[in-house]
């Protein structure tokens, strides 16, 4: 069965700090990997991994991506309060015929001023 | 503004009261697909489509109907709701097989069936 687990599933930490959010998956015809942001509502895209070890980097998040050990990271840096919020981690699996995306739960993460 | 518009945005009902949610998405994407999204099991695909007149079933379908007679439309019908069909949904769009990937989502509606 296709799934993909987030951990932790909760944070608490400071402004200033760095965070580092952990996404593992095992899915069958592995397309991608995807990193969303839900504030109050509607998750927002952040990132897409596609190959391994190249990191992608967006101001203070950036995002690598292990196609062998099966992983990808999420690295905050200079938390800020308005980083706090649930990050989804999402994979696309492919087989003939259909295209989904499997989500993990989520983690919570709450930047203290 | 490209974007996914779902309504209604909160919704109370009763049981057994037919309802529609309606998604409209105006990037000309194939790939639509309904979620909900309930507190320590995450988002769960409800049904997807690949395209017009073409869909298929998520992970937890049981209860929920959908069509898709135009590219930019996808509703979520509930024939006959019940209180375990209380949660929140969203509606996303994206490119089939667009080089980018990713969903854009919609602003989301609570539903509560009492």
């Known amino acids: 069965e296709d799934k993909v687990v987030q951990s932790p599933l909760s944070l608490v930490v400071h402004e200033g700090d760095t965070v580092t959010l952990n996404c593992s998956y095992e899915?069958?015809?592995?397309?991608?990997l995807l990193w969303y942001k839900q504030e109050k509502k509607a998750p927002t895209f952040l990132f897409m991994l596609?190959?391994?070890?190249i990191e992608k980097k967006s101001g203070r998040l950036s995002s690598i991506l292990d196609k062998k050990e099966l992983f990808s990271i999420l690295n905050i840096t200079a938390t800020q309060t308005g980083d706090s919020a649930v990050y989804l981690c999402?994979?696309?699996?492919?087989?003939?015929?259909?295209?989904?995306?499997?989500f993990g739960t989520g983690t919570r993460l709450k930047v203290l001023a | 503004e490209a974007q996914v518009t779902q309504n209604p945005r909160y919704l109370i009902t009763v049981t057994g009261k037919k309802l529609t949610v309606t998604c409209s998405q105006n990037?000309?994407?194939?790939?639509m697909s309904w979620y909900r999204q309930d507190p320590g099991l995450g988002l769960r695909q409800i049904y997807y489509?690949?395209?017009?007149?073409?869909?298929d079933k998520g992970d937890v379908p049981e209860g929920y109907k959908v069509s898709r007679k135009e590219k930019r439309n996808f509703p979520l019908i509930l024939e006959s709701p019940s209180p375990n069909q209380t949660s929140l949904y969203f509606c996303?769009?994206?490119?089939?097989?667009?080089?980018?990937?990713?969903?854009?989502f919609g602003s989301g509606t609570r539903l509560t069936v009492v």
């Open positions: 996303a769009s994206s490119l089939l097989g667009g080089p980018y990937g990713g969903y854009t």
């Open positions: 489509s690949m395209n017009v007149e073409v869909t």
């Open positions: 899915v069958t015809n592995f397309r991608s």
């Open positions: 990037m000309n994407h194939e790939y």
């Open positions: 596609t190959s391994s070890g």
């Open positions: 999402a994979v696309e699996a492919r087989t003939s015929g259909t295209y989904k995306y499997i």
